[in-house]
């Protein structure tokens, strides 16, 4: 099967930056989209960028010009670059692969464990 392992997620200050990671295992031959989202406390989970194949992606409005989304496809890992952090992007951040194929089938959608993103003012 497919296993995501996210990282990177901490304790910053309100208007800094960090860079999560997120890296698929398993006997993956291609994955066709690969996203992150998020879920703070009380709220529903959300999409927060998505990138396809070959090189599409898309934001949530609330972090375009301020995240940015990209993947190194040799090591099947998408970097999610949050830049001028505010408080409200607080949440549990969760990584998301579709449309994997695998060596002996395919998986529709896997995500990883998650990881938390605190953000103080």
């Known amino acids: 099967q497919v296993q995501l392992v996210e990282s990177g997620g901490g304790l910053v200050q309100a208007g800094g930056s960090l860079t999560l990671s997120c890296a698929a295992s398993?006997?993956?031959?291609?994955?066709?989209?690969m996203n992150w989202y998020r879920q703070a406390p009380g709220k529903e989970r959300e999409l927060v960028a998505q990138s396809t194949i070959p090189s599409n992606t898309n934001y949530a409005d609330s972090v375009k010009g301020r995240f940015a989304i990209s993947r190194d496809n040799a090591k099947k890992t998408v970097y999610l670059r949050m830049n001028k952090l505010k408080s409200e992007d607080t949440a549990v951040y969760y990584c998301n692969a579709v449309g994997v194929k695998l060596l002996g089938g395919r998986v529709t959608s896997a995500w990883g464990q998650g990881t938390q993103v605190t953000v103080s003012s």
């Open positions: 398993g006997s993956i031959l291609y994955i066709a989209g």
